[in-house]
């Protein structure tokens, strides 16, 4: 059945995509706990390198990881100025929210992948943190 154009999508749609999104930086944490606990990450990380490289890795990565959280909030600001002033269509506006909900998410992921090469877990489950804030943010409140 196709949905018609002024169907309004429920803020409570909206609300789940945005926790589901959320949650999976909740989930890349628990993995990386479960790696470390478990023993099986090493604790230099997966990948072989100087301590030296790790130690400049991990802040750049992280610096990475909070570009993409800025991004998120510069980007919902320029999709919704795109609009020409004019009020957003609710599909553009649950648009806007998925693409910076995945910036936020893109956050967490660098965090996790910060996490697996370094052996550090400290600043990239901060990161996962702010990216999971982040999101949290950005969740509708009212109907979209």
């Known amino acids: 059945m196709p949905v018609s154009e002024n169907a309004r999508p429920k803020v409570r749609s909206a609300q789940l995509i945005g926790f589901a999104i959320a949650f999976s930086n909740v989930v890349l944490a628990g993995v990386l706990f479960g790696l470390h606990f478990a023993g099986i990450m090493p604790a230099n990380g997966f990948v072989e390198m100087d301590a030296s490289v790790a130690s400049w890795l991990v802040p750049i990565l992280f610096v990475v990881g909070l570009g993409f959280i800025g991004a998120s909030f510069v980007m919902k600001s ?18 806007t929210m998925i693409v910076v909900l995945a910036l936020c998410d893109g956050a967490g992921m660098v965090g996790f992948v910060a996490a697996l090469v370094t052996g550090n877990l400290v600043w990239p489950i901060v990161l996962m943190g702010l990216g999971f804030g982040a999101c949290i943010l950005h969740i509708p409140l009212r109907e979209v």
Do not use: E, K, N
């Open 78 to 95: 320029a999709m919704q100025r795109g609009a020409a002033g004019a009020s957003m269509a609710p599909q553009q506006r649950v648009q």
